[in-house]
């Protein structure tokens, strides 16, 4: 009895799930697959595709349909499109690189966003002027420091010290040693990404209510 019990709950199972989730996911991938499209579309009209390959422009295609797919936010697609079509114009496209930093990109969290726009702020502020002599890690440490002594730039309970331990994942945030204490720094190969995708526009729409 108990077998038979099971096959009969596997079969109505099979049908519940064919006739309710089968449906709603099919919508569900027809509006985040509408909501990628909208995307792209933007940064398209803001300026042309470079001249890339057809496959190497496909295979961008299906990494960034792929996040969308899996649940990316609209924030993080439109920082996805922002890269590609950006990147697309310049000669040293190369689609496991974009593919790569496209993941990246896909997983950022709300507040990873806000941690890196305000690395970006920092870094600036905290550059050398002409003339002033170029002391990278002086100048990453007091960008760190400046991040966590400005509280008032972030949403409550906001972690910037576990946030920037959980970046290391993408290569863009390291650990280092600043004069006594554990500081962080952004990498080369965040700059390569910041100057694909505005991170403080990014920013922007994060704080602005019902833009995301």
């Known amino acids: ?3 038979v019990v099971a096959i009969v709950g596997e079969k109505l199972f099979d049908l519940i799930l064919g006739e309710t989730f089968h449906g709603a ?33 496909a295979a961008a295609m299906f990494t960034y349909l792929r996040a969308a797919q899996e649940g990316a936010a609209r924030i993080n697609l439109r920082m996805m499109a922002e890269a590609f079509v950006n990147a697309s114009r310049e000669p040293t496209f190369a689609p496991d690189e974009f593919r790569r930093q496209s993941i990246a990109l896909a997983s950022l969290s709300r507040d990873e966003v806000l941690l890196l726009a305000a690395f970006l702020r920092a870094n600036r502020a905290a550059a050398p002027g002409p003339g002033e002599p170029n002391d990278g890690t002086k100048a990453m440490s007091v960008a760190w420091a400046s991040i966590l002594a400005d509280k008032s730039q972030f949403p409550p309970a906001f972690d910037a010290i576990a946030l920037a331990a959980a970046l290391a994942r993408t290569g863009w945030v390291v650990p280092g040693s600043g004069f006594g204490a554990i500081t962080y720094y952004t990498t080369g ?3 390569g990404v910041a100057r694909l995708v505005d991170f403080e526009l990014a920013r922007m729409e994060l704080e602005t209510p019902g833009k995301t």
């Open 25 to 57: 996911l099919g919508k569900v991938m027809e509006g985040r697959a509408k909501m990628a499209r909208e995307e792209i579309v933007k940064q398209l009209q803001k300026g042309k595709l470079g001249a890339i390959a057809d496959d190497d422009a």
């Open 189 to 191: 190969a965040f700059d």
């Open 1 to 3: 009895m108990t077998a």
